[in-house]
T-cell receptor
């Protein structure tokens, strides 16, 4: 079965602390993995995709096929990082997205 | 920068009524999607649309649902006879042919009373 799991509903860290949002997936083929972010009262927007291997707003995510994980990391959290973060898997057939439940990240001052 | 737009932002309807949710995808995009998110639950895929036809639909997308691209710019989701459990946030998304990134609209919150 194709599934994305984000085990943490809520993650609260202090400003300047490292952040890791966990994502595990289950997919029979070669997945394409994404992180989407939704800031308060804004639309869902793409943060990262695994094939681009870039750092956006200080965030990185590495696809680990052995552990079927795609964890999102940032070494020093900023207050403006507070948002909902969704991990999603794209089916190659039509790029339909399969979503995790989301993690609410709160950065405390 | 072009954006996906959705109207209305909030729709309240009585159970059994028909609703039409409207989306205007980014103009050069060819692939369109509807997702929904029931409060407190995951975002769920409903349907994908390409070349004026449904390319894939989920189990949620039953006979009560339909999609249409009536005029080359709008992309609509119709629910024929709404049920209480249709209350959710409905997101439209579009993408171009070059890649997998989907661009999302702000969503329509549907409340069925």
């Amino acid at each position: 079965a194709q599934r994305v799991t984000q085990p943490e509903k809520l993650l609260s860290v202090f400003k300047g602390a490292p952040v890791e949002l966990k994502c595990n997936y289950s997919y029979s083929g070669s997945p394409e993995l994404f992180w989407y972010v939704q800031y308060s009262r804004q639309r869902l927007q793409l943060l990262l995709r695994h094939i681009s291997r870039e750092s956006i707003k200080g965030f990185t995510a590495d696809l680990n096929k052995g552990e079927t994980s795609f964890h999102l990391k940032k070494p020093f959290a900023q207050e403006e990082d507070s948002a909902m973060y969704y991990c999603a898997l794209s089916r190659v057939s039509n790029y339909q997205l399969i979503w995790g439940a989301g993690t609410k990240l709160i950065i405390k001052p | 920068e072009p954006e996906v737009t959705q109207t209305p932002s909030h729709q309240v309807t009585q159970m059994g009524q028909e609703v039409i949710l409207r989306c205007v995808p980014i103009s050069n995009h060819l692939y369109f999607y509807w997702y929904r998110q029931i409060l407190g639950q995951k975002v769920e895929f409903l349907v994908s649309f390409y070349n004026n036809e449904i390319s894939e639909k989920s189990e949620i997308f039953d006979d009560q649902f339909s999609v249409e691209r009536p005029d080359g710019s709008n992309f609509t989701l119709k629910i024929r006879s709404t049920k209480l459990e249709d209350s959710a946030m409905y997101f439209c998304a579009s993408r171009d042919s070059g890649g997998a990134e989907q661009f999302f609209g702000p969503g329509t919150r549907l409340t069925v009373l």
